[in-house]
Nanobody, 124 residues
């Protein structure tokens, strides 16, 4: 199973970007698909996740009200719509999936599949 993230880029503060993460490979039905990010010189942090059975989202406080996570189970894809971007949103965004944990989780150990990162740069 591979997770591939798309959609990063350079955007001005206040602008929007939409990230996509597609899972490919053998039959794959994770409980969770989500996003983490890592800014330069900082530890990776949780951004958002969605429970694929109930479509229930869960957000970090820092992005609540600005970011929206959604999923397309038929395509095994998760999206992250990022609005009202701030310079502090600049980071490498990683998608992740969990086949091990069936409840909403912001903890990295809950996720057993990780994709490569996509860079998001917000200029002020």
């Amino acid at each position: 199973v591979q997770l591939q993230a798309f959609g990063g880029g350079l955007v001005q503060a206040g602008g929007s970007l939409r990230l996509s993460c597609a899972a490919s490979g053998r039959a794959f039905s994770p409980y969770l698909m989500g996003w983490f990010r890592q800014a330069s010189g900082k530890e990776r942090e949780f951004v958002a996740t969605i429970h694929r059975r109930s479509n229930t989202p869960y957000y970090a406080d820092s992005v609540k009200g600005r970011f929206t996570i959604s999923g397309d189970n038929a395509k095994n894809t998760v999206y992250l719509q990022m609005n009202s971007l701030k310079s502090e949103d600049t980071a490498v965004y990683h998608c992740a999936a969990s086949t091990a944990v069936a409840y909403l989780s912001s903890r990295e150990p809950s996720y057993n599949y990780w994709g490569q990162g996509t860079h998001v740069t917000v200029s002020s």
